[in-house]
């Protein structure tokens, strides 16, 4: 069993920052592709931003030179920094990973953490 266990949102004023955390944890070899995503009210969720293991990054074109994604594989963890948020950025916000093990390749996701961006 996999657990996704996402830390780090809240409420911030327009222009400021958030860093979001998610920690993996269970019984797995290795976790393949990293990403966050995220879902506003009446709207599909959404991916944000991705990593692999070997680091190579995807991003939104909507968060494009503002967030970062980063993971650190010591510690099966993979962060969000968010900087210059918008009113529009809020939304909730999932982690999500490919798990391998042997003879399997499983998709988890978290329980959502709630970023809200307003004055």
């Known amino acids: 069993q996999v657990q996704l266990v996402e830390s780090g949102g809240g409420l911030v004023q327009p222009g400021g920052s958030l860093r979001l955390s998610c920690a993996a944890s269970?019984?797995?070899?290795?976790?393949?592709?990293m990403g966050w995503y995220r879902q506003a009210p009446g709207k599909q969720r959404e991916l944000v931003a991705a990593i692999t293991s070997g680091g190579t990054t995807t991003y939104a074109d909507s968060v494009k030179g503002r967030f970062t994604i980063s993971r650190d594989n010591a510690r099966n963890t993979v962060y969000l920094q968010m900087n210059s948020l918008k009113p529009e950025d809020t939304a909730v916000y999932y982690c999500?990973?490919?798990?391998?093990?042997?003879?399997?390749?499983?998709?988890?996701w978290g329980q959502g953490t709630q970023v809200t961006v307003s004055s």
């Open positions: 269970g019984s797995f070899w290795r976790i393949d592709t």
């Open positions: 999500n990973g490919d798990f391998r093990d042997s003879g399997w390749l499983r998709n988890y």
